[in-house]
């Protein structure tokens, strides 16, 4: 079965740089996009970009486009999601999710369970 | 960038009501509108895609209708597990731009 596994909570401090990563399964890694979307606390989803896993082509939206990476690794079948300079505007839950279908326009299927970033003095 | 946005914020319903939750985008999106299911501490679930049709397991009493700039999510007669907060997300032209959600609370 397709499971995306993400890495664990973490307390960063303002300034820092967090990186965040989705462990894949269960399915061709390199055949479906996968995108990151991160939610506030009491708050609603925010998509922050996209990675396409077979050639790591990268679309970030405008707010985040200066200090977000998302990478790959084909090897471990796993995606990242590194977010730089954070203030405690960025303390959120993010997720990793997979497109439902292997195209570039569909939402997703399937969802990694979030990983709660803190960021405080 | 495409806007989404959704109404009500909120809504109280009872066990067995009729809910319904309107999505509007500000520039069509023909049927690129997918409706997803969250409830506290979980992940989104994808009850909807293509405007209309139900994801695989999902209840039919969800229904999905629009095209467009207009879209409506309908929950014909709404059930425990049906309080939650929903969110519309369009997935055309390149942008995945979700709505500010819909919470469905017990009147």
């Known amino acids: 079965q397709v499971q995306l596994v993400q890495s664990g909570a973490e307390v960063k401090k303002p300034g820092a740089s967090v990186k965040v990563s989705c462990k894949t399964s269960?399915?061709?890694?390199?055949?479906?996009?996968m995108h990151w979307v991160r939610q506030a606390p009491g708050q609603g989803l925010e998509w922050m970009g996209i990675?396409?896993?077979?050639?790591?082509?990268?679309r970030y939206a405008e707010k985040f486009q200066d200090r977000v990476t998302m990478t790959r690794d084909t090897s471990t079948s796993t995606v990242y999601m590194e977010l730089s300079r954070l203030t405690s505007d960025d303390s959120a839950v993010y997720y990793c999710?997979?497109?439902?279908?292997?195209?570039?326009?569909?939402?997703?299927?399937?969802w990694g369970q979030g990983t709660l970033i803190t960021v405080s003095s | 960038d495409i806007q989404m946005t959704q109404s009500p914020s909120t809504l109280s319903a009872s066990v067995g009501d009729r809910v319904t939750i309107t999505c509007r985008a500000s520039?069509?999106?023909?049927?690129?509108l997918a409706w997803y299911q969250q409830t506290p501490g979980r992940a989104p679930k994808l009850l909807i895609y293509?405007?209309?049709i139900l994801e695989s397991g999902v209840p039919s009493r969800f229904s999905g209708s629009g095209s467009g700039t207009e879209f409506t999510l309908t929950i014909s007669s709404l059930q425990p597990d049906d309080f939650a907060t929903y969110y519309c997300?369009?997935?055309?032209?390149?942008?995945?731009?979700f709505g500010q959600g819909t919470k469905v609370e017990i009147k």
């Open positions: 997300q369009q997935y055309n032209k390149y942008s995945w731009m």
């Open positions: 520039q069509s999106i023909t049927n690129s």
């Open positions: 293509k405007a209309s």
């Open positions: 269960g399915y061709a890694f390199t055949s479906f996009y």
């Open positions: 990675i396409t896993t077979s050639g790591g082509d990268t």
């Open positions: 999710a997979r497109a439902r279908q292997v195209a570039t326009s569909t939402p997703y299927g399937y």
